[in-house]
C-alpha cells in the first residue's frame, strides 16, 4: 500500500507564498505521475499541476507563472511551490498518486491540506 502525506498549507494575505510538500511512503511501487488538485466549496476537484517521473509537467492557466512543481524521486516526496497567491487560490489542496502496485495501476489521494488566502 502507498500512503501520502501532505503538509505546508496555511493562511496567508494574497501575494504570499506557501510551499507544500506530499511525501510518499510503502513499499514495492513505482510512481507513474504525481498532482496537486484543489477543491473550493460547492466545487468539484481540479487538477493544479501534474509532474510525472520524467518531470513532464501540466499545469491549469489559472496558476501558470505561480505555481512551480517539483519531485524529489529519490525520497519520493512532491512539491508545490504557491507564490502570488490570491483568494481565489483558496481551497483544500490534495496530493494524488498514480503508481503500479504489484503490476496493478492504482490512484491515492493525501487527506488533503487547507489554503487559505485572505485579501
Known amino acids: 500500500q502507498v500512503q501520502l502525506v501532505e503538509s505546508g498549507g496555511g493562511s496567508v494575505q494574497a501575494g504570499g507564498s506557501l510551499r507544500l510538500s506530499c511525501a510518499a511512503s510503502?513499499?514495492?511501487?513505482?510512481?507513474?505521475?504525481m498532482a496537486w488538485l484543489l477543491q473550493a466549496p460547492n466545487s468539484e476537484r481540479e487538477l493544479v499541476e501534474r509532474?510525472?517521473?520524467?518531470?513532464?509537467?501540466n499545469y491549469a492557466d489559472s496558476v501558470k507563472g505561480r505555481f512551480t512543481i517539483s519531485r524529489d524521486n529519490a525520497n519520493n516526496t512532491m512539491y508545490l511551490q504557491m507564490n502570488d497567491l490570491r483568494p481565489e487560490d483558496t481551497a483544500v489542496y490534495y496530493c494524488?498518486?498514480?503508481?503500479?502496485?504489484?503490476?496493478?495501476?492504482?490512484?491515492?489521494w493525501g487527506q488533503g491540506t487547507q489554503v487559505t488566502v485572505s485579501s
Open positions: 494524488d498518486e498514480n503508481a503500479v502496485v504489484s503490476g496493478l495501476v492504482r490512484g491515492y
Open positions: 510503502g513499499s514495492g511501487f513505482s510512481i507513474n505521475y
Open positions: 509532474i510525472t517521473y520524467d518531470g513532464t509537467t
